[in-house]
């Protein structure tokens, strides 16, 4: 069984370049597409099924067609993490598994008008559930609206995605401690700070957490255009790795 999860987006709702902004991390993007950001989304591919995970590509049904995935699995419903679904909801044909966190409010007005969207598929933390012989577990994280990151597990492979997030949940953190993934795709967008921001992590607390989770690879996500311009001048530590929209992480 083959996984492949490939981030099409690693920005954050400002994503890089930011309107209107000249640092150097915003102007290299603008020079040069392969820096640029856009809304922190990916795809997981496991036993030929197509998952999106958030939706948050405006453009979304210009690169998934009607048929082309099985799902969504959505962290939270932020707006740019859902604002792809908007549009979408109004097609016409089969209905659209939407796994995701028992939000009551959910975003604007989807839960009320869902169209061809099926938000019925809600889950719980740490109860396991499959989507197509893939095995998911919701991890609760730390953010302003009810959000979970999700722990995607083949019989070689556990890949952790924790996005978005400000530090762990002690139940989550202890969770990952116990059966470190293979790799941790974690928010962080902020360069080190002297204080773990609110809603977000920084570049101090991601890697305070993996000294605790012990994953051998990190790849950063959600990732601000300060904190590409901070990463211009300065290394990142062992093990840890910047995200880029594209990007292929497979496990055979």
């Given at each position: ?9 690693t ?7 930011a ?5 150097k991390a915003?102007e ?5 597409e392969t820096?640029?950001?856009?809304p ?7 036993n ?10 405006p ?11 099985r ?11 859902v604002?792809?679904?908007f549009?979408l ?8 598994a ?8 959910g ?14 598929h809600?889950?719980?933390p ?7 012989g893939?095995?998911v577990?919701p ?13 995607l ?6 890949v952790?995605?924790?996005?978005d997030t ?11 401690q ?6 941790m795709?974690?928010?962080c967008?902020?360069a080190p700070r002297d204080?773990t ?6 570049l ?6 993996n000294e ?6 990190v790849?950063?996500t959600?990732?601000s255009?300060?904190?590409?311009e901070?990463?211009?001048e300065?290394?990142?530590?062992e093990g840890i790795?910047?995200g880029?929209?594209g990007?292929a992480?497979?496990?055979?």
């Amino acid at each position: 069984m083959t996984l492949t999860l490939t981030l099409t987006g690693t920005g954050g709702a400002q994503l890089v370049p930011a309107f209107g902004c000249c640092c150097k991390a915003c102007e290299r993007a603008r020079s040069d597409e392969t820096f640029r950001r856009r809304p922190c989304n990916a795809v997981i591919n496991c036993n030929d099924a197509i998952t999106l995970l958030d939706a948050g590509i405006p453009d979304l049904m210009d690169r998934w067609p009607a048929g082309s995935f099985r799902q969504f699995l959505l962290t939270h419903y932020h707006m740019d993490h859902v604002q792809g679904l908007f549009p979408l909801r109004w097609g016409v044909g089969d209905k659209i598994a939407v796994y995701g966190p028992p939000d009551q409010q959910g975003c604007d007005d989807l839960f009320k008008h869902p169209g061809i969207l099926d938000f019925s598929h809600t889950v719980e933390p740490f109860m396991v559930f499959s989507l197509q012989g893939l095995q998911v577990t919701p991890l609760p994280l730390n953010h302003s609206k009810l959000t979970f990151g999700y722990l995607l597990e083949t019989a070689h492979s556990r890949v952790a995605w924790l996005c978005d997030t400000a530090g762990l949940p002690e139940k989550t953190l202890k969770f990952l401690q116990a059966g470190p993934p293979d790799v941790m795709v974690i928010d962080c967008s902020h360069a080190p700070r002297d204080q773990t921001p609110a809603n977000h992590c920084d570049l101090n607390t991601v890697v305070a957490l993996n000294e605790v989770i012990k994953s051998p690879r990190v790849v950063l996500t959600h990732i601000s255009h300060q904190f590409d311009e901070w990463m211009m001048e300065n290394p990142l530590p062992e093990g840890i790795e910047a995200g880029f929209d594209g990007q292929a992480i497979t496990f055979a």
